[in-house]
């Protein structure tokens, strides 16, 4: 039986279900009522804004810039990060191939091998590899040479260089990533637009503030291609929202709401320790050169080497790691900018282990020119999935979150019941402010395989993955490649040093604000903080 006809058939069971029990005075009449009810209920669920909505299709993957000049690449810092956008260029380990093949496998629904295998070959050969940890470096190494990758096999491979200057001094090397801890970012990417290396530095920008500022000159100076590594401005789903919040649909908007929730020991940074870790397979005195405070070499110092994040030392924890992705896909959404004036709050109050960096931080960022205020709330001891919200006096967009029913990295848009822009439509009951009025869901609703809690939290974010065309596509690929097809048609990638600025300024901010209990300004003219 064709499709239709089994949708016929079905609606005729229906209908004379409903006949037959309407037979019976009070259940038929309550049937009846209920089924007509569910009725006017699918309609007010339906996509009312859709009609509102200058719809556009979704960015396509740029084709034929890859396939022109073959670009050499260095990686500097080959950790999981770092394994993670070399994958995104076109390399993996051997290892992480062959286990993923196998996932797939045994789990259909596993496609993170497909989704790899997939890329786009963006016509460049990773030559170069720095880590100062021996383990790394050798897996670096090893993705360079594996011949399992979209493209086949490599056409050159790397050499391992101990330390970040010497592979700046290759000269065939036209890019690198820097994928180091935060301390080591500045330092490097100044060292790398100065030897004439187009850049991509994994957020969050620099450690401190004064840092940014001379980040942002030497790049502006030397004229280099600069990406910072925010791959939501890949996301599709960010896009679709900001055409909404350009055409006014939500509204005027006054308050924003960020929330970041984790509640697993990874989640707040309590890496593995490497059992190959050691005196000699570290190089701990280069580690900690640029770090304010210096320790001997130890367990304590293990820790700190593979558990960075949980020190000011090495970074900035929230602000660097979780805020600044929330941050830089609001200011994508809505064009923010630095805000005029930032405070923050929070404490260690769950992982007593030695840290200094807060378990629980809340910021508030203020844009008076914009009447607005930006709310920023963590916890790395609670999974209660809350979303992040744009409220606006007509309408409130949720993303993500269970609170609101948001999909995996979509969004749903609510109409506020005392709404000006709807208010006809309310009164009419066209709108129900009980339900959507605009849904957004890119893509398969399956998480794909995606099992620990650290990785759901980043599917739920959409940094794991997106949608071009219905296509699954990982966006830290679509990232690496918006900065190579930049570095050869000479133009801006999407998340470039003015769009780093942003971030950077901001996310000190709220750090200073933290460490030393005042409220935070930012002065645009003499670009300090007071």
């Given at each position: 039986m064709s499709e239709n006809n089994k949708q016929q058939s079905n609606d005729l069971d229906r209908r004379e279900l409903l006949k037959g029990l309407a037979t019976v005075p009070v259940f038929g009449l309550f049937l009846s009522q209920l089924w007509r009810k569910i009725r006017r209920d699918t309609l007010k669920k339906s996509n009312i804004l859709s009609g509102l909505v200058q719809e556009k299709s979704a960015p396509a993957i740029i084709k034929g810039l890859s396939d022109s000049k073959h670009l050499n690449i260095g990686i500097i810092g080959?950790?999981?990060?770092?394994?993670?956008?070399?994958?995104?260029?076109?390399?993996?380990?051997?290892?992480?191939?062959?286990?993923?093949?196998?996932?797939?496998?045994?789990?259909?629904?596993?496609?993170?091998?497909?989704?790899?295998?997939?890329?786009?070959d963006l016509n460049c050969s990773l030559v170069g590899v720095c880590d100062l940890f021996d383990v790394r470096a050798e897996?670096?190494?090893?993705?360079?040479?594996?011949?399992?990758?979209?493209?086949?096999?490599?056409?050159?491979?790397a050499t391992r260089y101990r330390h970040y200057k010497d592979l700046l001094a290759n000269d065939d090397i036209d890019a690198v990533i820097i994928a180091t801890p935060d301390h080591w970012h500045s330092r490097i990417t100044i060292d790398a637009a100065k030897a004439g290396k187009h850049v991509y530095c994994e957020k969050g920008l620099t450690r401190t503030f004064e840092e940014t500022i001379k980040v942002y000159d030497v790049v502006k100076e030397t004229g280099i291609t600069f990406q910072l590594g925010h791959q939501n401005r890949q996301v599709e789903a960010n896009e679709k929202a900001k055409q909404i919040v350009q055409q006014?649909?939500?509204?005027?908007?006054?308050?924003?709401?960020?929330?970041?929730?984790?509640?697993?020991?990874?989640?707040?940074?309590v890496w593995g320790i490497h059992p190959e870790g050691?005196?000699?397979?570290?190089?701990?005195?280069?580690?900690?050169?640029?770090?304010?405070?210096?320790?001997?070499?130890?367990?304590?110092?293990?820790?700190?080497?593979?558990?960075?994040?949980?020190w000011f030392d090495y970074g900035t924890g929230l602000s660097g790691d979780?805020?600044?992705?929330?941050?830089?896909?609001?200011?994508?959404?809505?064009?923010?900018?630095?805000?005029?004036?930032?405070?923050?709050?929070?404490?260690?109050?769950?992982?007593?282990?030695?840290?200094?960096?807060?378990?629980?931080?809340n910021a508030t960022f203020e844009y008076p020119d914009k009447d607005l205020t930006v709310l920023y709330s963590a916890s790395l001891s609670s999974n209660e999935a809350r979303g992040n919200r744009i409220m606006g006096h007509d309408a409130t967009m949720q993303m993500g979150g269970q609170s609101g029913g948001g999909s995996v990295h979509g969004f749903i848009?609510?109409?506020?019941?005392?709404s000006t822009q709807y208010k006809e439509r309310l009164e009419q009951g066209i709108i129900n402010s009980k339900y959507p009025i605009y849904t957004y869901s890119p893509g398969s609703k399956q998480i794909d395989g995606v099992t620990s809690a650290t990785s759901k939290y980043f599917a739920n974010k959409g940094l794991l993955y997106t949608y071009r065309e219905g296509k699954r596509v990982d966006p830290t690929h679509l990232h690496v490649k918006d900065w190579l097809?930049?570095?050869?048609?000479?133009?801006?990638?999407?998340?470039?040093?003015?769009?780093?600025?942003?971030?950077?300024?901001?996310?000190?901010?709220?750090?200073?604000?933290?460490?030393?209990?005042?409220?935070?300004?930012?002065?645009?003219?003499?670009?300090?903080?007071?």
């Open positions: 080959y950790g999981g990060r770092g394994g993670h956008l070399v994958r995104g260029a076109g390399f993996a380990t051997t290892g992480w191939t062959t286990t993923v093949a196998e996932n797939a496998r045994k789990n259909k629904l596993d496609k993170q091998f497909k989704t790899f295998m997939d890329q786009e897996q670096g190494l090893d993705a360079s040479q594996n011949e399992v990758r979209p493209g086949g096999k490599p056409k050159k491979t006014g649909l939500l509204g005027t908007i006054n308050l924003v709401e960020l929330t970041t929730n984790r509640n697993s020991p990874w989640g707040a940074w050691n005196a000699q397979t570290i190089d701990w005195d280069t580690f900690q050169e640029p770090a304010p405070n210096k320790i001997p070499f130890g367990e304590e110092a293990l820790k700190r080497f593979f558990r960075w994040r949980c979780l805020l600044s992705h929330d941050f830089d896909a609001i200011n994508q959404i809505m064009d923010l900018g630095i805000p005029k004036y930032s405070s923050s709050t929070g404490g260690i109050y769950f992982y007593k282990d030695g840290r200094d960096v807060p378990d629980v931080w848009v609510t109409a506020d019941s005392q097809d930049s570095i050869r048609s000479g133009g801006q990638p999407k998340c470039n040093i003015e769009m780093a600025l942003h971030e950077g300024v901001t996310c000190h901010m709220a750090t200073e604000s933290y460490l030393t209990g005042r409220r935070i300004e930012w002065d645009p003219v003499n670009r300090k903080l007071i």
